[in-house]
């Protein structure tokens, strides 16, 4: 499976979550879940946080930090990055067909979340309790 990264994005204490689309995953569709993907060919962790944030989101983002490598067999297989928005209007690719700003309250509230513990927990990594 091609390396994965995925990026939390933070503005004035709330996350940004994108809501997958039907014609997606069905197995994920109609759940909450921040930006990313697979890391294509050559490219590195970064750009391909950059360029996944802007295709689903339309955001540009500064990468505040990295939470964490996710590691198999001493080989990076994802990396998840704490981000601040850039630029204020997101616009949603085909892969998604809504989006939020949420508290950690508000998350921890929500029934559809992928991997909803591991996003929990990721914020406190990041320092977000």
């Not at 014609?23 to 970064?46: I, L, T």
């Not at 990396?79 to 700003?101: I, K, R």
Request: proline content about 2%.
């Amino acid at each position: 499976m091609a390396p994965q990264v995925k990026v939390i994005i933070e503005k004035d204490g709330k996350f940004l979550l994108i809501k997958r689309a039907e014609q997606e995953d069905a197995k994920h569709f109609g759940y909450w879940e921040s930006p990313g993907g697979k890391v294509e060919n050559n490219e590195s962790f970064e750009d391909a946080a950059f360029r996944e944030v802007k295709q689903e989101t339309g955001l540009d983002v500064k990468l505040k930090k990295k939470i964490k490598e996710i590691k198999e067999d001493n080989e990076i297989k994802a990396v998840v990055y704490l981000a601040e928005p850039l630029n204020e209007q997101v616009s949603l690719s085909q892969e998604h067909n809504d989006f939020g700003w949420f508290t950690i309250e508000e998350i921890r509230s929500l029934d559809k979340i992928t991997y909803k513990e591991f996003f929990l927990e990721l914020l406190k990594l990041a320092g977000f309790n």
